[in-house]
């Protein structure tokens, strides 16, 4: 058996393993809802989620998460197949438009993953002098946002293709 037909294998193990200890845990500790947050949320930007998880979004200053946009030589930032990776939200209503309107939504903030945070927002509000939430209040604060976006959010972006060496400018090349 070749080394890569192991690997493969040993990563679908470890998958199927991780499943299984998951669902034998049960449901995540706290009531962390796992149905879908409201729909009609609009996009808020990385400073009004700092406002209350200050820890998690000074380590995602640090990323080239943050700096997505930053990046992008002047002639790509208005490149539509450069912004919907360099960029939160855009292509949607509430989303990134260009760096004058919504520089909140430029590189990818904390709503590139978990989706707009509207509602997530002002259910937090409510709660803001609160030091530690009962399950119920944990329940709604939480099931108001995703942990993670549904889809692979992660692959729409990171995937071999986005930067082929042919197809990529030579400034963008590292």
Known sequence: MSRRTRMVLGGVAAAVAIAMV?????PAPLG???????????????K?????????????????????????PA???TDATCLKCHTTGYGTPTGFKDITSTPA????????????????????????????????????????????QPGNVCIQCHTVQAHKKSETPPELRK
């Not at 962390?32 to 990385?46: H, N, V």
């Not at 590189?107 to 009962?134: R, V």
Request: aromatic share 8%; with cysteine; charged share 25%.
């Open 75 to 77: 002639k790509y930032k």
């Open 105 to 148: 939504l430029a590189g990818n903030t904390c709503e590139m993953c978990h989706g707009p945070g509207s509602e997530h927002d002002a259910i937090s509000q409510k709660y803001a002098k609160i030091k530690t939430l009962t399950p119920e209040q944990d329940k709604e604060v939480r099931g108001s946002i995703w942990l993670i």
């Open 48 to 72: 009004r989620c700092a406002s209350c998880h200050f820890e998690q979004y000074m380590t995602w200053k640090k990323t080239k998460h943050a700096t997505a946009f930053e990046e992008l």
């Open 22 to 26: 998951l669902a034998a845990v049960g």
């Open 32 to 46: 962390i809802a796992l149905a879908d947050p409201p729909e009609g949320q609009t996009y808020t930007g990385s």
